[in-house]
């Protein structure tokens, strides 16, 4: 089977399992390491695909991002900021030492993809607030991470907007989209001009990304969630221990 189709087909159904619950990015990078690109590389060119199904997202929450602009105000920039150091530590990061990372970076989006819902929903019903200058490091953080590795980017950052004390969730994945987008393209940019993406196998990502999207959308309200979380979490499994093999045991 060509490459290209295997790509199209990894970003079809990444697209599916983002939009459905998420974890789409580990399944996405696994199948452009298949397709024989260098860790770093297959990063850089994961989060240039990923990029335009969160933008397609921001346009499907666009009313909630507006009832949300408050936010936006002094979110924004932290996200360009992290977006930005995250990808120059990409880059500036050995590909052995990258590689022997993976693993647990997937192990850590694995955990939090079970974890991501109990986290919000405790901090969504918390009577407490927290300090502007704690909410900043939570989510400069997060953004960081974003820049650095795809996977699981989208769960951590709604946790974190529920965290920091968003409690509307209809607003919290709209800023999740916007968030992701930003901090992305940030990273895109340092990927860009180090000459780190490769934009034909991206492509065929990306195509497969915006019709699994699509697709998802038309049938989410007919796939049981708890099966979909099985399947998602059972691919992410998969994933990790592959990794964990390839590096560690191989």
């Avoid at 990923?50 to 009313?63: D, E, H, K, M, P």
């Avoid at 939090?112 to 901090?123: E, G, H, I």
């Avoid at 300090?131 to 769960?155: K, W």
């Avoid at 907007?161 to 987008?181: D, R, V, W």
Wanted: proline fraction near 3%; include cysteine.
């Amino acid at each position: 089977m060509p490459l290209e189709i295997i790509l199209f087909l990894a970003g079809f159904f990444g697209g599916i399992m983002n939009s459905l619950a998420g974890g789409g990015s580990g399944l996405t990078y696994t199948a452009l390491i298949f397709a024989g690109l260098p860790p770093i590389t297959a990063n850089a060119t994961n989060t240039f695909a990923a990029t335009l199904g969160y933008i397609s997202g921001c346009v499907g929450y666009r009313q909630h991002i507006y009832a949300a602009r408050h936010h936006l105000l002094w979110q924004a920039p932290i996200a360009v900021l992290g977006g930005l150091l995250g990808g120059w530590l990409l880059l500036n990061t050995q590909e052995a030492v990258f590689s022997m990372l993976v693993p647990w970076l997937l192990l850590m989006a694995t955990v939090l993809f079970w974890l991501a819902p109990m986290m919000s929903q405790t901090a969504v019903h918390a009577k407490y607030t927290r300090p502007i200058a704690v909410s900043v490091v939570i989510l400069f953080v997060v953004f960081v991470y974003g820049g650095y590795f795809q996977a699981g980017f989208g769960i951590i950052t709604l946790a974190a907007l529920a965290l920091t004390g968003h409690k509307h969730i209809g607003q919290m994945n709209g800023l999740k989209l916007t968030f992701a987008t930003i901090a992305s393209t940030a990273a895109i940019t340092v990927f860009a001009l180090a000459g780190s993406i490769d934009w034909t196998a991206g492509t065929s990502v990306t195509i497969g990304i915006v019709l699994g999207s699509y697709l998802a959308a038309r049938i989410s309200n007919r796939v049981p969630d708890k099966l979909m979380k099985i399947v998602i979490s059972a691919i992410s499994i998969g994933v990790t221990a592959y990794f964990f093999w390839d590096v560690y045991a191989k």
